[in-house]
Structures are given as C-alpha cells and as structure tokens.
C-alpha cells in the first residue's frame, strides 16, 4: 500500500469568504483574537483524486501537533481563523483539517510543511486583489459566476471551482473558491474536476 509514492492525484487549495460563512442562518462565531480582517481566508488544502472522489483520515497514528507549527501561527491566526462557533482559537479547525486532509498528502508534506505549503498558497493566489482589479467587490451587489471564474482566471491562470451558499434570506452567495495544486503543493494547475458549484446564475458577494 505504502509503496507508490503519491496517493492522491491533485490538491483543492479551498479559501473561504468569511462574509458568506457568517451571514448565513446558522451564523458564526469571531475567534478569541477578534473580528477577522474583511479578507479571504484559507479552509483547507485537501488532497483529491481525479474522479472527483478523495481521501480522508488516512493515518489514526498522525495526531496534529501544535509544536511543530510554533512559528507559523500568528500567520495562521491571521490567514486561517476558524469561523464556527463556539469562539475558538484555531487549534480545533487546524487539527480537523490535519486529520482528515492533511494525513493523506503525508507521502509529500509532514505536518509543518503542509501548513506551510497552504500559507504561501494563499500568498500566490491574492483573490480579494485579483477580484478588485477586475471591478468585482465585497459590496453585497450580484455577479454572473462567470465574472468570478474569468477574473480569477485572468489572475491566476487557471478556472477556479466557485462554491454557493444560502444567506439567511436564500440569496446565493460566493462561499469558497477552489484552485488546483499539484502534489508537491508549489504549482497551480488546470482542475482535472472542479467541485460541485451550487450556485445560481447571479450570485451575491456580501460585505463582511
Ligand atoms: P460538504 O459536504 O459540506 O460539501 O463538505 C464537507 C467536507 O467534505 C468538507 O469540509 C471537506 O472536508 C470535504 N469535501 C467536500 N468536498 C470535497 C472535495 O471535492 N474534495 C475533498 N478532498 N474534500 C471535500
Ligand atoms: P454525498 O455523496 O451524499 O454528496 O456525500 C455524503 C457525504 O460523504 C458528504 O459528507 C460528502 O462530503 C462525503 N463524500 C462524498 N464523496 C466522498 C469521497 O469521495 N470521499 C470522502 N471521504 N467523502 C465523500
Ligand atoms: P471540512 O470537514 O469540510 O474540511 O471542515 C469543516 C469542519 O471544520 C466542520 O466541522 C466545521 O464546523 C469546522 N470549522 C471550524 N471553523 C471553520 C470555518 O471557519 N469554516 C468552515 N467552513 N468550517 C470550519
């Protein structure tokens, strides 16, 4: 089993709007730190397959170890908050996504190397600044989901998967955006398959 080296085909580099996570009905909760800043921030970097289908929980024996990543977790305070509730601190939502994402990719990243690969992944791909140069803001008015894929494609070089979800009044709304990796984690790639989109035609950008 342990003897191919790569066990997934592609990442998912998943950023979330905390705009769209939190005006739904179900709500959010800021983190102890404070109100994030009005910015897109990392979900996960989740290894996939090329079926659409993907890994999780690959290795029970590899618990998330806050000590490995000391030096990284201002930044992850900052680029990674957890939104849900009860306020948290992050340790709880690093340590899911470890867990269930981060244990599949071990055959390419160890643990501070995979929260560090996500890190200057969102430093590569600067959406809420590639979205602004292409008149498309935060300001709750509606868009096509093609100004979203196309902006963004104009920025990094390659279609996104663009995600919906409901605000509280049944408005789709941009959630998460998709960006395709390759297994070493550095270099953007064509989706082999994108997510399921669930949006509407015109979706909302809220304000956060
Ligand atoms: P949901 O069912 O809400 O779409 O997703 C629940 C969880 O399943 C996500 O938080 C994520 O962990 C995982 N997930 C959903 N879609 C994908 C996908 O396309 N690829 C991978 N690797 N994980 C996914
Ligand atoms: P459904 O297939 O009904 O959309 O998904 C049911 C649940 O299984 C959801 O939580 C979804 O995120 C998860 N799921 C769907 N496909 C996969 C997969 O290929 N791998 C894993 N680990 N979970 C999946
Ligand atoms: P997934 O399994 O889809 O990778 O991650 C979703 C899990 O992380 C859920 O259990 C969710 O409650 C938790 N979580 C904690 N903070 C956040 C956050 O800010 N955004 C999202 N989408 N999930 C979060």
């Known amino acids: 089993l342990s003897s191919s080296k790569e066990q997934f085909d592609f990442f998912y580099f998943v950023q979330q709007w905390p705009g769209a996570y939190c005006d739904t009905k179900q709500s959010c909760c800021y983190p102890k730190t404070g109100k994030p800043s009005a910015d897109f921030s990392i979900h996960g970097l989740w290894p996939n397959y090329n079926d659409g289908s993907w890994p999780s929980n690959c290795n029970l024996d590899s618990v998330f170890d806050k000590s490995q990543i000391s030096d990284l977790i201002s930044n992850m305070e900052k680029n990674w908050p957890s939104l849900s509730?009860?306020?948290?601190?992050?340790?709880?939502?690093?340590?899911?996504?470890?867990?269930?994402?981060?244990?599949c990719a071990e055959s390419e990243l160890d643990q501070h190397d995979y929260f560090q690969t996500a890190l200057n992944l969102k430093e590569k791909a600067n959406l809420l600044q590639i979205l602004k140069n292409a008149g498309i803001e935060p300001d709750d008015e509606f868009y096509s989901i093609e100004n979203f894929s196309e902006a963004i494609k104009e920025g990094t070089g390659f279609t996104p998967g663009i995600e919906c979800n409901k605000d509280s009044a049944r408005n789709?709304?941009?959630?998460?955006?998709?960006?395709?990796?390759?297994?070493?984690g550095s270099?953007?790639?064509?989706?082999?398959?994108?997510?399921?989109?669930?949006?509407?035609?015109?979706?909302?950008?809220?304000?956060?």
């Open 172 to 184: 789709s709304q941009l959630y998460q955006v998709y960006i395709c990796v390759d297994t070493s």
């Open 85 to 103: 509730c009860p306020s948290s601190n992050g340790f709880r939502f690093w340590s899911h996504e470890w867990e269930k994402h981060g244990t």
């Open 187 to 208: 270099n953007f790639i064509e989706c082999p398959v994108l997510p399921r989109s669930r949006c509407d035609d015109q979706i909302q950008f809220p304000k956060f």
